[in-house]
Structures are given as C-alpha cells and as structure tokens.
C-alpha cells in the first residue's frame, strides 16, 4: 500500500471553481462520452479527490481502460484518458473503491498536476478532508509507486 495525503486540487472536475467553460465541471461533461465508450462512472461522486504520494512517484503500467482522442467538449482540444483501479484504505473504515483518473498530460490543454499528485474518483465518501492521510492499494499490473 502506498501513503497518500489529500489535498486540494483545481476544481475545474467537480465545477467548484466556477470556470465558465466548464458547467457544471468537467467530469459532469466527460460522462457520457466514457458511457459510450463503455465506462459508466455514474456511482462516483462528481469531482475528484486529490492526493500527493509525496516523496514517492508512480510509473503507469498498463490502465484497465484507455480512451484516445476523445472530442468532450466544443471548444477544447480531444484528450486522451486513461482509468485505474484502486482501492482507498483510512484508519476504523471500510475500504472504498475507486478509480484513478489520468487525463493523459500531453493532450492535456491546462489544469496540470503535479507528478506526485493523482485524482480519485470515489463514491461520495463522508471523513476525506484535506490533510488527512489514507494508503492507496493500486494493482501492480496496473501502476507502480516508488522513490524518484
């Protein structure tokens, strides 16, 4: 498992920044071109939960699903996505399933993430506040974590 902080991101995914561009946010408007790709993120929260691995680093292996060149919004550029499975362990509670999301970098347009900074998407989750430390479980065949 791997340690990870939570902390605060752009806000551009679940819209609370209010970037006209982007009603609503940007996960709200990426879902159904990843429903018509075949992945339904329905049961997630609309936003993403941001964590630093920090001083660690991860080296993407093999996503369980890739999307290229995906046109999902008028005005900006496509962009290729790549989704992995992880598994979000907090002290006394359950474990949570979710998703890494990866907006792959060089297709990116802007709202860049640190190296050791990756975004979860989580069903909503009551007791994940900035600050707060959780370990993250990632498939090894999926990504890896390790020192720079």
């Known amino acids: 498992m791997t340690p990870a902080t939570i902390i605060q991101g752009h806000r551009v995914a679940s819209g609370l920044n209010g970037n006209p561009r982007f009603p609503g946010g940007t996960l709200r408007m990426q879902l159904p071109f990843f429903c018509e790709l075949g992945l339904d ?6 936003g993403t939960l941001n964590v630093s691995i920090a001083p660690l680093s991860y080296r993407v292996v093999k996503p369980k699903w890739t ?3 995906v046109k999902w919004h ?4 496509a962009e290729d ?3 992995f499975d ?9 474990p949570v399933n979710g998703l890494i ?3 792959h970098p060089d297709t990116k347009p802007t709202h860049f993430q640190r190296p050791e ?3 979860l998407l989580l069903p909503w989750t009551t007791g994940l506040d900035y600050g707060g430390k959780v370990q993250l479980e990632v498939p090894g065949g999926q990504m890896v ?3 720079p």
């Open 145 to 147: 974590f390790a020192a």
């Open 81 to 83: 996505f790549s989704f």
């Open 117 to 119: 900074v990756l975004e």
């Open 86 to 94: 992880v598994l979000v362990h907090r002290d006394d509670a359950t």
């Open 41 to 46: 993120l329905s049961g997630y929260h609309l």
């Open 74 to 77: 008028p005005t900006e550029p």
């Open 101 to 103: 999301y990866f907006p």
């Open 67 to 69: 999307f290229q060149n």
